[in-house]
């Protein structure tokens, strides 16, 4: 997603399960009318050591083809056992939930700790929609690499019952 330059969105939601859907204008503009699978496949285990380049390269090229649907307008919406289910997604906010207030920032630091923030705070449309989206779909986590290199991961914190977002740029240097 960093890769190409132009940023994008993430949505990783429960396999089987459709919720995710109303927090999404439908129709998604490019659903799957079956899930693509080759990044499932080639993830669930490495070959013997004989085809492991074969199979590396193949992986790589599935990675690069799904982080490339990121680039187009929309979120990229895969189950979290590697299946996308289509692209373009318009996030919106759940009917009857309420707007997102309040998240809580972390970043990998040692000794560093959370920070309470407005969502704009974060960045732009991408990273509110990705917060509203982790805290109306709870079970799912939203991925948002901007153009400036941040990359951030939303997910719901039953703990402190909000949305973390968790700054992670540092760790993909």
Do not use: C
């Not at 289509?86 to 919106?92: L, M, N, P, T």
């Not at 990705?130 to 805290?135: E, L």
């Not at 400036?148 to 740029?169: P, Y």
């Amino acid at each position: 997603m960093r890769a190409h330059g132009r940023g994008g969105s993430l949505l990783v939601v429960s396999a089987g399960s459709d919720a995710w859907r109303e927090s999404i204008v439908a129709p998604v503009p490019y659903a799957a009318s079956q899930p693509f699978t080759e990044l499932a496949v080639l993830g669930r285990a490495a070959p013997p050591e004989a085809e492991r380049r074969a199979w590396k390269e193949s992986l790589s090229r599935a990675i690069d083809a799904v982080a490339g649907l990121t680039a187009v307008d929309g979120a990229v919406v895969m189950t979290g056992q590697l299946e996308v289910l289509g692209f373009g997604a318009k996030i919106v906010r759940r009917k009857t939930w309420p707007p997102v207030e309040q998240v809580t920032v972390t970043e990998p630091i040692q000794g560093g700790t959370g920070t309470l923030v407005h969502p704009e705070q974060l960045g732009g449309t991408r990273h509110f929609s990705a917060a509203q989206f982790a805290q109306d779909q709870r079970d799912s986590v939203a991925l948002v690499a901007s153009q400036d290199g941040r990359f951030t991961v939303f997910a719901w914190s039953e703990r402190d019952n909000m949305v973390q977002a968790h700054r992670i740029e540092a760790l993909l240097l």
